[in-house]
């Protein structure tokens, strides 16, 4: 299956469902399932920004299952929306590249460390199972 390796806090919202878009400087044309892995990076910024959600950021781990469902090209229009919704995920600023729109949003409970990758990998789920 595929993965994608997030720092935290941003593996953490996206599996909590507060973080429905990731941004990335490619157009990813597949749609469907796709695993996040919580990295061992931090995003110490950022953890600031969200302290007050009380989630928990576990790292080195595979911590949720989620949909890609569409690649938004982003300009000046997504910007205006995604900077007016306010919140301490997506703070405010003008974007470049695209957008992955994730949706079904699933945490997983995988109790075993994994490093993560660069870019897209993928694992064979079932041997974790």
């Not at 299956?1 to 990731?22: C, D, F």
């Not at 953890?47 to 989620?66: G, H």
């Not at 910007?79 to 997506?90: A, E, G, Q």
């Not at 729109?101 to 660069?118: A, E, M, P, V």
């Amino acid at each position: 299956m595929r993965v994608i390796t997030l720092k935290q806090p941003w593996a953490s919202l996206v599996a909590n469902g507060l973080k429905i878009y990731e941004f990335r400087n490619m157009n990813y044309s597949y749609r469907g399932k796709i695993l996040i892995h919580a990295g061992k990076g931090i995003d110490k910024d950022a953890m600031d920004r969200v302290k007050d959600f009380n989630l928990d950021y576990p790292q080195s781990r595979i911590i949720a299952e989620v949909e890609i469902v569409d690649c938004i090209k982003v300009d000046k229009e997504f910007n205006k929306m995604i900077n007016k919704l306010n919140s301490p995920v997506y703070e405010i600023k003008e974007r470049t590249g695209y957008a992955w729109k994730l949706d079904n949003i699933k945490k997983i409970n995988i109790d075993k460390t994994i490093s993560g990758k660069q870019g897209i990998w993928y694992i064979d789920i079932d041997n974790f199972k």
